[in-house]
């Protein structure tokens, strides 16, 4: 079977859908089907294998596609739609597979080239970008949400990405779909870079796998032996010179993700913990920027440390040594990715109560708080001072998270949905 995906984003990149991308593509090597990707010139170039990666033309004045609308955005998904096209006139696919946007594309190719069409949902696009700062844009968010109720009721499946999408994709009239979660990759199959590629991009960082225990040094990599000197310096703000406790963030620096909420949050826990630490892994220049001057604001720029964005091999020691790992999102439906890694990794975990968390997360496995600065405070607080319920909580979430995300159910639901796929394509052209 030859499948053609389509992913209109920077690959490989720092965020939810290029590594959801990754993880199929990754399955679909391994189940032995010949696979293309057609996606966008910037981003890390990785190696996988059995897969061609075909990029668009890059444009000089282009050097970074920030999440949602964008002019940018537009040219690449034009480039884009070509390119698909020239694949589709190139060679015979079976399958076209096809994220976000994208799925408008896969629409018309299908129908134009006789080929199966399953789309991949990962947000409701009007929802994503109203929380992006378009929610004053009503032309736009009408426009986004008629063009996926045009994607959803063409496709020949709809894959989505959490129980919330697949709702919404049932209401918009999807006839078939099928759930199949993000999933924390094992550190055996993370992004590893081409030898000489040449990525336009920049590094990956938000995904995470759970590393091997060990508290010996020198079984640590370089890179967690850096990671770990970096999260064991001394708080700048605390007269101990003891290592306070971490909270850790990793993802993206969008406005949904919550980051300012954190930051408030952080004002009413240093005051009755002044050894407590922030990191935050992730973000763009001017995100980093603008959350530093909300930190001089706030008066908490000495607890908080912003590490940009790192590459997904360090983000396991990261995490070993974190006291608690934070989601303070507040807004959205669609399952934030670094979930998976967050609940494999053995450390407790406090989220917002919204629905992108409930949906997977409850008070069995999580800390669940409501999304306002004061609940964030209170919840550090009580994982903070209350270390038998925290070590309790962070041994249920590994425990969930190993029945609910295992890289082998991963590949098995990613053959069911093709299998589905090719007996859907022999009756319409039986040999």
């Known amino acids: ?68 609308p964008s002019p940018a955005k537009l040219l690449f998904d034009l480039l884009l739609f070509l390119w698909a096209c ?11 597979c096809t994220h976000e946007e994208a799925g408008a594309f896969g629409v018309v190719l299908a129908a134009l080239f006789r080929c199966q069409h399953v789309y991949y949902m990962h947000s409701h696009l009007a929802q994503q970008a109203a929380c992006l700062g378009h929610e004053h844009q009503r032309w736009l968010l009408w426009g986004l949400h008629r063009l996926q109720v045009w994607i959803l009721r063409h496709a020949k499946a709809v894959v989505a990405i959490c129980p919330a999408l697949e709702r919404e994709a049932w209401q918009m009239g999807a006839r078939k779909t099928y759930v199949i979660e993000s999933v924390a990759l094992p550190e055996g199959l993370l992004p590893a870079s081409e030898d000489g590629g040449e990525g336009v991009g920049q590094q990956p960082v938000a995904a995470a796998a759970t590393a091997t225990e060990s508290s010996d040094p020198a079984a640590l990599t370089l890179v967690q032996r850096r990671a770990r000197i970096a999260i064991d310096r ?17 993802g993206t620096l969008e406005r949904y993700q919550g980051l300012e909420l954190l930051l408030e949050s952080a004002v009413m826990v240093r005051q009755r913990c002044p050894a407590v630490r922030y ?31 790192r590459p997904p091999s360090e983000m396991a020691a990261y995490m070993k040594q974190a006291t608690i790992l934070v989601s303070p999102r507040c807004a959205g439906t669609n399952m934030p990715l670094k979930l998976a ?75 069911r949905l093709y299998a589905d796929v090719v007996a859907a394509e022999m009756r319409r052209f039986p040999r």
């Open 279 to 309: 990191q935050i892994i992730g973000g763009r220049p001017d995100q980093i920027a603008a959350l530093r001057a909300l930190c001089c604001r706030l008066g908490v720029e000495e607890c908080v440390e912003f590490l940009g964005q």
């Open 341 to 415: 890694s967050y609940l494999h990794s053995g450390k407790p975990v406090l989220a917002t109560s919204i629905a992108a968390h409930t949906q997977v997360l409850n008070p069995e496995v999580a800390l669940l708080v409501p999304p306002t600065s004061q609940g964030l405070a209170a919840g550090t607080l009580l994982l903070l001072e209350n270390s038998t319920y925290a070590h309790a909580l962070a041994c249920a979430a590994k425990r969930f998270a190993a029945r609910r995300w295992s890289w082998s159910a991963f590949v098995r639901q990613q053959q």
């Open 1 to 68: 079977m030859k499948i053609l995906v389509i992913a209109p984003q920077p690959f490989f990149a720092p965020r939810g859908v290029p590594f959801s991308v990754y993880a199929q593509l990754r399955a679909l090597s391994e189940l032995g089907y010949q696979t293309d990707l057609v996606t966008y010139p910037l981003g890390e170039p990785v190696a996988l294998a059995g897969v061609r990666i075909w990029r668009i033309p890059g444009l000089p004045f282009i050097r970074e596609v920030p999440v949602g």
């Open 86 to 96: 020239w694949r589709l006139c190139c060679q015979r696919y079976d399958c076209l």
């Open 234 to 250: 001394p708080d700048l703000g605390s007269a101990s010179q003891g290592v306070g406790p971490v909270l850790l963030y990793t």
